[in-house]
């Protein structure tokens, strides 16, 4: 039986995510920006929590966390944080490590940059990566610990999964990542069919997520600073795609 997958919102823009095994009942919330909505999804699965993957220190990530470990008594898997800002952890996950949510096997990629804690979640079996602040839907997270070469090295790993891995970000952002990227390639056929499936999704009121990471590579201009004609819209042909991609996630900074 095929994981079951479900996706709301939390706070103002960070998405809650809660991954389901029918063979063991197992449940695990990727992050726990806030108990409320996760309590609520659980409800109406009438799913129990039994474990919490978290993404990075970040309050919006793991503000949930403490309520949520009270009420389930689940197991918190997080990263090796030297900030030492999560709470209640159980267990550290690092890089190649395999942990399983019942009989879910899930890999873990360390993706440092926008923290330097940063990990993401890969369900192989699933074909869903669980990539938080690192890469999202048209964009990716700032640099706020890290340098660009690290966080470009981040980004490759995450673009090195397969075409029809399906992407779930931490945050609704993707229209306004859709504009920046027009403003760079503005003739982008994959950028702009995603423009028009994004509108649509957001009149309607409806998540953008998860993308595919086929679609990612194709119009996410910060996969592409290795792109020769990236470059050259950015006038920095010969440089390296760090320097390219530092340059985009710079422009964006102030867009
Ligand atoms: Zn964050």
Redesign the pocket.
């Known amino acids: 039986m095929a994981a079951e997958i479900r996706t709301f919102t939390c706070l103002n823009d960070n998405f809650g995510y809660l991954i389901h095994d029918p063979a063991t009942k197992a449940t695990a919330s990727i992050d726990a920006p806030e108990a409320a909505p996760i309590i609520k999804a659980l409800e109406r699965e009438g799913w129990t929590l039994t474990d919490i993957l978290v993404t ?1 220190h ?1 309050g ?2 793991v503000g949930g966390v403490a309520e949520l470990k009270q009420k389930f008594n689940c197991r918190v898997v997080a990263p090796h944080d030297k900030s030492t800002k999560i709470a209640n952890v159980d267990l550290r996950a690092g890089h190649g490590d395999v942990i399983k949510v019942g009989s879910l096997l899930v890999r873990v990629l360390e993706t440092p940059g ?2 330097l804690d940063h990990i993401s979640y890969v369900f192989d079996g699933e074909k869903a990566v669980f990539a938080a ?1 690192t890469l999202f839907s048209i964009g990716c ?1 700032r640099v706020f610990e890290g340098t660009y070469p690290m966080m470009w090295d981040s980004l490759l790993k995450l673009r090195a999964l397969p075409n029809d891995t399906r992407v779930y970000c ?1 945050h609704e952002y993707t229209a306004s990542n859709v504009k920046f990227a027009l403003g760079i390639e503005p003739n982008n056929p994959a950028l702009k069919k995603r423009a028009e499936e994004v509108a649509k999704l957001r009149a309607a009121n409806k998540l953008t997520i998860p993308s595919l990471m086929r679609d990612e590579k194709e119009a996410n201009v910060f996969l592409r600073a290795d792109v020769p004609a990236v470059a050259t819209a950015l006038a920095m042909s010969g440089k390296t795609p760090a320097e390219v991609f530092g340059e985009i996630r710079e422009r964006k900074n102030r867009a």
Do not use: E, P, S
């Open positions: 990075h970040h919006d990530h926008h923290t602040d997270g931490g």
